[in-house]
T-cell receptor, first 113, second 113 residues
């Protein structure tokens, strides 16, 4: 079993839809949870960073962490064609002085006008 | 957050040759990270580069194949040596953001023919 599971999609939605992107994980020691957006031919860009269970909102984006279920989500409200990208989840934990960072495969999202 | 300039953005190389990828950060950072991103696979950490010491390589990656330099706190290079078509990938450098998460360069898309 992979430490982080993410459905690669592709996911296609109409403009204005609410998008739900999800990752599950198996290691309960993960402490920090991140969502990145990656446009074609670009590096990943940090969207959301959180370390506690619950919701964190930033504009049209909401990150949700459920540590009891080992499940994280990213919601995009009023999706726009400019949101079309690959979305990667990532999780990290500290082991001594080292930080271990594990990535999901990424979900490809297309928002159609 | 830091801004990273990575070059080249892409290259097509002959097998058996080597390519050096450069990353310049606009601020001083202790650690720089080098990743590989292959189609259908999650981001894979190649090595961590600390200024003034040898890079630390992840399992499956060796210094002879991926030598790294870190001459100062704002610059690092990764060389892909004796390339084969299996080395065709996107290579990314990254630094840790003091506010949380990581910042990435725009990536180098390498094709080996």
């Amino acid at each position: 079993q992979k430490e982080v599971e993410q459905d690669p999609g592709p996911l296609s939605v109409p403009e204005g839809a609410i998008v739900s992107l999800n990752c599950t994980y198996s290691n309960s020691a993960f402490q920090y949870f991140m969502w990145y957006r990656q446009y074609s031919r670009k590096g990943p860009e940090l969207l959301m960073y959180t370390y506690s269970s619950g919701n964190k909102e930033d504009g049209r984006f909401t990150a949700q962490v459920d540590k009891s279920s080992k499940y994280i989500s990213l919601f995009i409200r009023d999706s726009q064609p400019s949101d079309s990208a690959t979305y990667l989840c990532a999780m990290s934990l500290l082991t001594g002085n080292n930080r271990k960072l594990i990535w999901g495969l990424g979900t490809s999202l297309a928002v159609n006008p | 957050s830091a801004v990273i300039s990575q070059k080249p953005s892409r290259d097509i190389c002959q097998r058996g040759t080597s390519l050096t990828i450069q990353c310049q950060v606009d601020s001083q950072v202790t650690m720089m990270f080098w990743y590989r991103q292959q189609p259908g696979q999650s981001l894979t950490l190649i090595a961590t580069a600390n200024q003034g010491s040898e890079a630390t390589y992840e399992s499956g990656f060796v210094i002879d194949k991926f030598p790294i330099s870190r001459p100062n706190l704002t610059f690092s290079t990764l060389t892909v040596s004796n390339m084969s078509p299996e080395d065709s990938s996107i290579y990314l450098c990254s630094v840790e953001d003091p506010a949380g998460g990581y910042t990435f360069g725009s990536g180098t898309r390498l094709t080996v023919v």
